[in-house]
């Protein structure tokens, strides 16, 4: 099929976006790297009025390094984000789950800002952005505003973003030094029967700290499994501490049925994933913490 008809404006400035969605009264549409809105257009469930192309944005593909965190623009592609050292330094976890998203066309085109108003609950990168505690920043008639990714979703592929807004940053605060990621696929890079993402740091005892659990295709939203992270708070992450996390993410798990998989398999992942990436968190742990000399004197 082709999509219905629908005027087209290029924007050349965040002011200029703001002020095309404004004059269609939120009919409109905004275009990133288009790889969930064509197929929409295609089979003709989305009939906006107009598309507007942010793509001529250049202050929106920036990636920024402060002492405070980390700023991404909204039209950052997951193929800079696979590969920048930037990223790779300062949030690993987003690297890492970029590399199980689609193939290799799909992550030259789609953008971070893209995925997170996207809103699939099943989406890699709002569960990265969840597990490190990120924000977005919208700009609308009204101005600029900030929303914490744990905020910016009302339920599947719902946003609290305004029709004329536009997601022009994501920002992150310092993240944890580790991090372990994995999900439950039918193929290689399919959509995400269950994912499961979390980030903490291990200090020179061996005890862990700031430890965050996100959990994707067990809710209409990417869920902080928040009672199991606190629960792995000061422990050295034994056996018996994982498996106890593991049980307890169970309590933010209401999965749907769906073509891939059922709720009651879903909720049978949870715990073997929840498990898998601590027993990964606490691997890279060790493997980073410097030899123990002994006493040299």
Known sequence: MKPAPFG???????????????????????LAGGQSLAPLLNMRLLRPDALIDLNGIEELTAIRAASDGTIIGAMVRYVTLEYSPVIAERLPLLARVVS???????????????????GDPTGELPLACLALGASVRAAGPGGIREIPVQELYLGSYATVLHPCEVLTDVVFPPAPAHCAFAESCRRHNDFAVISAGCVGSRTAEGRWDGIQIALGGV????????????????????????????????????????????????????????RRVLTELRSAGIAAAPPDRGDDS
Not at 8 to 30: I, K, M
């Open 8 to 30: 087209f404006h290029r924007a050349s400035s965040v002011d200029q976006a703001v002020a095309y969605l404004a004059a269609y009264d939120g009919t409109a549409r905004l």
């Open 100 to 118: 199980h998203i689609g193939d290799r066309q799909v992550r030259n085109r789609g953008t971070i800002g893209g995925s997170l108003a996207q």
């Open 219 to 274: 809710a209409d939203t990417p869920v902080l499994a928040r009672t199991a992270g606190q629960r792995l708070s000061a422990s050295d992450l034994s056996d018996q501490d994982i498996a106890a996390a593991a049980a307890a993410a169970l309590e933010v798990a209401d999965p749907p049925s769906d073509i891939r998989a059922s709720a009651e398999y879903r909720r049978h992942l949870v715990p073997v994933y929840v």
